[in-house]
């Protein structure tokens, strides 16, 4: 039994509508939160209730948490659920919810709290075993301090914000000359972009690869891993290409780090989904941070598992316990998944507006998720995320064919969009040998930039 009669989803785009699936299935019946500039967007139109809770900007409809509690009351929600980004690490959200004897679906409040700062999340990563990368034990207060820890791991190091994200608030400092400089910058764009200019040292790594590792636990103490994903293909700090397995891994490190990282969910108590992310580099895993929520990227672990993620969140926040043991975890061949975005494949310039003509791929092992089609206009409001294509090939070989054929079938006329990027990035050499690190997307544009 799912636990639940009816589920707001206080989220957008594709998401909103995988989160509405996912509750279709359950039989669950669902409704969908709206700005005014989202009226006819494709979860408010399958929904079985829709409610708009303001004007388009952020603050104002989805991040407004009366709204949301307006929403609920009015058609009798009796649970929310987050999605990724807006209020889904907010665990003032999800404690407010409670108050109002509404389920969040998501961890724990501490959990979230915890993880969100940056500094607590990594010391509570290494009390529970996760290896961490050398740095400062806490916020550095003054720039002394922080020059006697630099000196201490070495330089390079990493001048990171201690509540931020998206590499807002991180700057790299390869000499003591160059500390003073970071450590002023990243106070203030960590002030700046969180209201917070707490920083902390990290070392720097040279060519790391991103690797993260979904967890999924049940609150009561059982937790399982679904193996790990590679981010490293990424261009300022975000995410552009994921794949399942991490072509840089072994068997036994994959299953060390697996284990690792289920070990302390199952102390930790962790109660949903969540993803512990890592660098690694020279055969080792340094913690960088924690992610409480459901990732964009999910559907890769979903398809070399056949687990549904989204399902789990749900069935586990409506009281049930987990039902899959570690060792009914198979992995079955590769899986890539690539975002397209409403942007310009070099610059990455958004690119809102009308879609003209929207034609998806298909065909065995081929997943489009995306709440785009043919007319939809792409509001300048939100992110720019049209839909994400995700492959699956019984090896990485096959998988990189079969991704090169959906590339080339998938059309968005009307907007700019990245496709043109990874019908590229397919056919590169590197990319096929899974020889690249996080910087390796941003050298190579910079070098041979895309024609559009």
């Not at 209730?49 to 009351?73: F, Q």
């Not at 994400?388 to 998938?410: P, Q, S, W, Y």
Request: charged share 25%.
């Amino acid at each position: 039994m799912a636990g639940f009669d009816k589920v707001l989803i206080a989220n957008r785009g594709e998401i909103a509508l995988r989160i509405l699936r996912a509750c279709k299935e359950l039989g669950i019946a669902t409704v969908a939160v709206h700005s005014t500039a989202d009226a006819d967007a494709m979860h408010v139109r399958l929904a079985d209730e829709s409610v708009c809770i303001g004007p388009p900007p952020a603050r104002d409809s989805y991040l407004n948490i009366p709204a949301l509690l307006a929403a609920c009351e009015i058609t009798g929600a009796d649970a929310v659920h987050p999605g990724y980004g807006f209020l889904s690490e907010n665990a003032r959200f999800a404690e407010i919810l409670e108050e109002h004897d509404l389920v969040f679906i998501g961890p724990k409040p501490e959990h979230i709290r915890v993880m969100g700062d940056k500094i607590a999340a990594k010391q509570t990563a290494k009390r529970l075993g996760i290896p961490v990368v050398p740095g400062s034990e806490g916020g550095i207060t003054d720039d002394v301090e922080a020059m006697l820890v630099a000196r201490e791991i070495g330089f390079p190091v990493l001048v990171k914000a201690a509540a931020g994200g998206g590499g807002r608030g991180m700057k790299v400092a390869r000499t003591e000359d160059d500390l003073v400089e970071a450590l002023q910058t990243a106070r203030s764009e960590a002030k700046a972009a969180f209201g917070d200019d707490a920083v902390y040292l990290e070392k720097y790594l040279g060519r790391p690869r991103h690797i993260e590792v979904q967890v999924l636990g049940d609150g009561e103490g059982a937790a399982i891993h679904l193996g790990e994903r590679d981010c490293s293909l990424q261009r300022r700090h975000q995410k552009v290409w994921e794949e399942a397995p991490s072509p840089a891994l072994n068997a036994e490190e994959r299953e060390q780090i697996g284990e690792t990282v289920a070990a302390a969910m199952r102390e930790l108590k962790y109660r949903g989904v969540g993803t512990i992310e890592f660098l690694y580099e020279d055969g080792r895993f340094y913690f960088i941070e924690m992610n409480t929520r459901i990732q964009v990227e999910h559907p890769v672990t979903e398809m070399v598992t056949g687990i549904d993620l989204v399902n789990e969140q749900i069935r586990i926040a409506g009281g049930a316990r987990l039902a899959i043991a570690q060792e009914d975890v198979i992995f079955r061949g590769h899986s890539i998944e690539c975002r397209v975005n409403a942007e310009h494949p070099e610059t990455f310039r958004p690119s809102p507006g009308r879609i003209a003509y929207y034609h998806v791929p298909g065909g065995l092992g081929v997943r489009v998720d995306s709440a785009a089609y043919q007319g939809y206009s792409i509001p300048p409001n939100y992110d720019s995320l049209i839909g994400k294509l995700i492959v699956h090939g019984r090896n990485r070989t096959e998988c990189l064919m079969r991704l090169r054929r959906a590339l080339d079938e998938f059309v968005v006329d009307g907007v700019e969009t990245t496709l043109p990027l990874f019908r590229r990035l397919v056919r590169n050499p590197a990319i096929q040998d899974g020889d690249y690190d996080i910087h390796w997307l941003e050298k190579m544009l910079a070098e041979t930039p895309v024609e559009a």
